[in-house]
């Protein structure tokens, strides 16, 4: 039986104000905030776009406030219809 890694993240250390609690987004909350796919979010992700996500109970997850600095910093097309 091969082990696998785990990874240990220490979300005290993410929070944007310490003591407040880090709210977390999931992949399809992702996907809906800048209305793409959710593989569109991962593929974002690994060319650098978007935060590293975390995998928490085998569900993928995203840092809002790191989510949210990276859409507002990065020049996302606008959605048509939006503008």
Do not use: Q, W
Not at 1 to 19: I, Q, R, Y
Not at 20 to 28: A, G, K, S
Request: hydrophobic share 35%; proline share 6%; glycine share 6%.
């Amino acid at each position: 039986m091969a082990k696998t890694k785990s990874k240990t993240v220490n979300l005290k250390d993410a929070a944007p104000v310490k003591g407040e609690p880090v709210r977390m987004i999931t992949l399809d909350e992702a996907a809906e905030r800048l209305g793409v796919s959710k593989p569109t979010i991962l593929k974002y992700e690994r060319l650098g776009k978007l935060p590293r996500a975390r995998e928490i109970c085998g569900c993928t997850r995203f840092i809002e406030h790191e989510f949210e600095a990276a859409v507002t910093s990065s020049p996302f097309r606008k959605l048509r219809g939006l503008e």
